[in-house]
């Protein structure tokens, strides 16, 4: 059964530091792995997503993870945090079927400081 | 170009009362219509899904109940609501698609029951 665990309930960084968000994953195959951004009264935007192509996936706003088979983990990086990355970040996975199951994470709080 | 509607925002109901919430998507046809509840401190759970017009499925028992009167429009509903409904709702559309297609989110309606 597939299901994913997210490190970190909260991290906290200041600006313009790296930014590290951790995922582990379980599957009984090969999965398709997203991370997802929340921000504070707005939906959910994907951020990128891996589906069995190149191992390092770029998202938006500078974000990218890599899919790691061996650690079964997909953490989501930032070299430089700003202040608008402030936001609750879900790590999912996918399980298809004709239909698009979302197996989500609790999430993990990104605070940004000053 | 496709948007997803969600309402109302939020909504404080006491505990017995009966809960419509209503999702509309527009500028697609025949999407796959999901209900995902996000409770505090957990990730997104799958409520509810619809691959067309009268076809629910559920994933969770639960004291909600769904339903797709028309194809753009996915309607989320309770005869009676208990404490444990509260949390955060959101509708999401995809289009039918073989493998892992992109879920689409409306802006969430935030549920408190006292």
């Known amino acids: 059964a597939q299901s994913v665990t997210q490190l970190d309930s909260h991290v906290s960084v200041s600006e313009g530091t790296p930014v590290l968000l951790r995922c582990n994953y379980s599957?009984?195959?090969?999965?398709?792995l997203f991370w997802y951004v929340q921000h504070p009264n707005k939906g959910l935007q994907l951020l990128l997503k891996?589906?069995?192509?190149?191992?390092l996936v770029k998202g938006i706003n500078g974000f990218e993870a890599e899919f790691k088979k061996s650690e079964t983990s997909f953490h989501l990086t930032k070299p430089s945090a700003h202040m608008s990355d402030a936001a609750e970040y879900f790590c999912?996975?996918?399980?298809?079927?004709?239909?698009?199951?979302?197996?989500f994470g609790a999430g993990t709080r990104l605070a940004v400081h000053p | 170009s496709q948007t997803i509607h969600q309402w109302p925002a939020t909504l404080v109901q006491p505990v017995g009362s009966p809960l419509s919430l209503e999702c509309t998507v527009e500028?697609?046809?025949?999407?796959?219509l999901y209900w995902y509840r996000q409770a505090a401190g957990r990730g997104l759970q799958l409520l509810f899904y619809s691959v067309g017009i009268g076809q629910i499925s559920s994933e969770v028992p639960q004291n909600l109940s769904a339903s797709r009167p028309q194809d753009r429009q996915f309607i989320l509903s309770s005869k009676k609501l208990l404490l444990s409904d509260s949390g955060f709702y959101l509708c999401?559309?995809?289009?039918?698609?073989?493998?892992?297609?992109?879920?689409?989110f409306g802006s969430g309606t935030q549920l408190s029951v006292l």
């Open positions: 891996y589906t069995s192509a190149a191992t």
């Open positions: 599957s009984s195959y090969s999965p398709s």
């Open positions: 500028g697609t046809s025949n999407p796959n």
């Open positions: 999401a559309w995809s289009v039918p698609a073989r493998g892992h297609e992109k879920l689409f």
């Open positions: 999912v996975v996918s399980i298809s079927g004709g239909y698009n199951k979302l197996i």
